[in-house]
């Protein structure tokens, strides 16, 4: 991009600017053009949600809309009973929508397949029978393993529709960290496939698989999806074909009516230990606040619009706007198997052209990658359809920002900049693309139905303009409603800082004169690379899992393109020395461990790593040392010389 200096130019004088209007013909046509529901929502935040929660199909009312009682352990339409299939399917094809494209999946080597409400249901509702066939029921967990391709919807509707709460792990996390999540949430049954691609490679997932799940008895099915071909181990008994099992099985399964709290899932997310927590989320809540917010923050014409959300289902945003968003307004998605740049670094703006999209959902991330191809790749294909582009995960820094809305968007599309969570579950702030301004680098404002603030350590409200912690300050519905089987780990996570209604979010963030939000980052030993949430403490115990490492210590130095970068500071045994093939060993055992995502871009080798007295790693100096900054305070540090050495050495490096 460098190498375009009329770009350069325009993108500079972009960035002059503070505001950008919406644009006059998406006002006219946007679903909210004021800010009506924000005022109406702030009257009577609870009443204004039950509205929301009544466009959804009840099988029963519910009695209370919020209880609180039991705070932080809050129940949200209790009494009222539902199914999540049922509205994201049955409702739209009795109302005669069963026609209409639900996904365009799109496959690395270019095969497409459409994929109507019709056929959804009825591959669900066969999917749901297979999985009662073998026992499981309301409560059991059922985990999903599953590349980008339709069945992964399939599987995890057909959970909603039993009641069977799904454990989704992403495609691109290890067999290892399948077992593990598969262990903590005692799941009974996986769901996976022979093989995955990737850019024109074949993996075998289900050997893979294999290797790590024989000592987990409670697993007692494998449902198995042919996707790759791939020679694959069947275990009799346990294993059986994905085809087969919905062949054989009954096309008819009514949708279970659930309780309002029923758990529809659990989704494995990085804390500050090395144990994932097992978020869980439930049915009405979860279901009011994806709905509303993909329909208003999206401004939705269901009809008409082709949505793409780029993300993979296995992390949040896949869960809550590839899926259940999305199908509960009946939209019509893009469903994308592969990678940016496969087979060609156009590839996303190619299936823009062909598939109509109009609405993309993104990360900066991925935004920064394109902007380093190149304008070509994106200025090749057709975009005339898009009409509005949000990002999602990390903050985007305003030159993103300007050539996302100036080169993808021909400064036609609003950008809606959403700040939430796996735990919020639900978009909760960001500009309303027909109603609100947009501010290059600030998410924007809570929606309708959320209060958000500032505060310093104690709680107390900052001023306009102050950086300080992001609270959530009172419940909303699709909140989660614990961590599986941590109630304590819940409790301390987040709400005693502050105490309920104060939720603790863990990002740094500031609210300016205006009321916008410019969230900084995580406050807690969370990196967050390419907009992906990974714990320094699971990344450390990964590589102290290595026979050679002695000790180990893991930050997220800033990145320019994946926004942190995962560095390790490695202390070896005895009197081994690092070299570059260890490092390369050490960044293997990370991917075999946890997911090649987490392979530390970097490994410094150290012969001690700075601590307290009370042996407690300060990485708050190593992050400063690989950021080149000047070190903070130093003193109360067992052995202050080690800074200085690490820091000396890294200069070594760096010459
Ligand atoms: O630090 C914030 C950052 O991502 C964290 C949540 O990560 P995760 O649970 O994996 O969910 C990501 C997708 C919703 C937040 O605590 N984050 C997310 N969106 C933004 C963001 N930071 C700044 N701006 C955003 N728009």
Redesign the pocket.
Known sequence: MADDPVLEHELEALLEREWFDVPEEFRERALISDLSEHERAAHDPVGWWEEQASALDWFEPWQHALEDEDAPFYRWFAGGRLNVSHNCLDRHVQAGLGERVAFHWHGEEGEQRRITYAQLLADVQRCANALKARGIGPGDVVGIYLPMIPEVVVAMLACARIGAPHNVVFGGFSAESVHERMAFSNASCLITSDGGRRKGRTVAVKAEVDRTMDDLTHLETILVVRHTGVDCPMRDGRDLWWDEALAAADPECPAESLDSEHPLFILY?SGSTAKPKGIQHTTGGYLTGVTWTFRNVFDLRADEDVFWCTADVG???GHSYIVYGALANAATSVMFEGAPDYPHKGIWWELCERYGVTILYTAPTAIRTCMKWGVEHVRGFDRSALRLLG??????NPKAWAWYWHVVGEGRCPVV???????TAQIMITTLPGAQRMKPGA?GTPLPGIAAKVVDGEGREVQRDVQGLLTLRQPWPGMLRGLYREPDRYLSGYWERFGAPNYF???AAREDRDGYFW?I??VDDVI?VS???MSTAEVESAIVSHPKVAEAAVIGQSDEDTGQAICAFVTLRGELDGDDSLTDEIREHVGQRIGKLARPRRVIWTGDLPKTRSGKIMRRLLKDIAEGRQLGDVTTLRDPGVVHEIAASMGDEDE
């Open positions: 997310s992390w949040i945003t990002t999602v995960g990390e903050p985007i900049d959403t700040w939430w969570q796996t735990e998410a979010v863990g990002d969230v980052g995580r967050n907009g992906h949430r």
